[in-house]
Structure formats: structure tokens, C-alpha cells
């Protein structure tokens, strides 16, 4: 299986910037389409994007399409999100999974808080 760490998250002002990372440990991460989600608080995980293992695919929710842009590099094991105009109503826990085959994995989370 697949270990995932995320990092980058932290308080930050309306309109700011922050990118967030996802490093993977464990079997071979190029072979995975890896994906972003959130769950702010009393509401269910939701997807933000996603990168297929190639990177040739890219899906963004509608809700941070034009400001946020999902990358990969498979020689670090690492996905990023970048994270611009960020807004209060970005206030989540913001995790990264892990798809290949169906079977998922997920990290831990990292915090984002946009204050207004």
C-alpha cells in the first residue's frame, strides 16, 4: 500500500495563497491517479481535483476552478495543490488520496484556514 503526508496548510488572509503537498511513500506512486478533497466543519468530504497518474488528466471542482491547479511530480512522489484567491468558504481539512484499481487511500489532512 501507499503512505500519504500532507503539508502546507496554515492560516492565511482572503485572497492569499497557499500550496499544499502530498508525498507518498511505500509502492510506486507513478502508478497511482491521486486527488484532493475537503471537509469543512458539519459538512461532508468533498472533491477539490484530481491528476491521473500520467498527468495527462486534470478534473477541478467548479467551486476553485481558475484558482487552484493540481501538479505532480512522480520523481518526488509528490502531488501538489496550488491555491490562489483563496476564500473563507476555503476553510477545510484538506486531504489527498490515492487511487489504483479502485482501492483508495487517504492521508491524514492538513488544516487551511482563510480568514476574512
Known sequence: QVQLVESGGGL???GGSLRLSCAASGRTFSGYDMGWFRQAPGKEREFVAAITWSGGIIY???SVKGRFTIS??????TVYLQM???RPE???IYYCKA????????GQGTQVTVSS
Open 12 to 14: 492565511v488572509q482572503a
Open 72 to 77: 505532480r511530480d512522480n520523481a518526488k512522489n
Open 60 to 62: 477541478y471542482a467548479d
Open 84 to 86: 490562489n484567491s483563496l
Open 90 to 92: 476555503d476553510t477545510a
Open 99 to 106: 487511487d489504483q484499481g479502485g482501492v483508495g487511500y487517504w
